[in-house]
Nanobody, 125 residues
């Protein structure tokens, strides 16, 4: 089994910064793409940023130029640096990753998809 654990959420004023991290642990035989999603109350969960195992990143238009996703493959960890935060960034942020949970799955190149439990980010105006 693979577990994703996020940390770093909290309360910040508009214009401020926060950094999130997500570490994967458990039975891991390789990690592919990793991503951050967010979900505000009453809204659907949307992708914020993604990063491939090779380090290629992409962002939602709403966060381009303000958020930066990065990863440390040696630590099985993905990060999200959030700058110039706005009240509309308030949401629960979820880590997502494709991982091989066994050698057999790795040989078959068959990823399983995993979610973290979420961490709350609140931006006050």
């Amino acid at each position: 089994q693979v577990q994703l654990v996020e940390s770093g959420g909290g309360l910040v004023q508009a214009g401020g910064s926060l950094g999130l991290s997500c570490s994967a642990s458990g039975s891991i035989f390789g990690i592919g793409a990793m991503a951050w999603y967010r979900q505000a109350p009453g809204k659907q969960r949307d992708v914020v940023a993604t990063i491939t195992s090779g380090g290629t990143s992409s962002y939602a238009d709403s966060v381009k130029g303000r958020f930066t996703i990065s990863r440390d493959n040696a630590k099985n960890t993905v990060y999200l640096q959030m700058d110039s935060l706005k009240p509309e960034d308030t949401a629960a942020y979820y880590c997502n990753a494709d991982a091989f949970p066994s050698p057999a799955q790795a040989r078959a190149r068959r990823y399983y998809n995993y979610w973290g439990q979420g961490t709350q980010v609140t931006v006050s105006s």
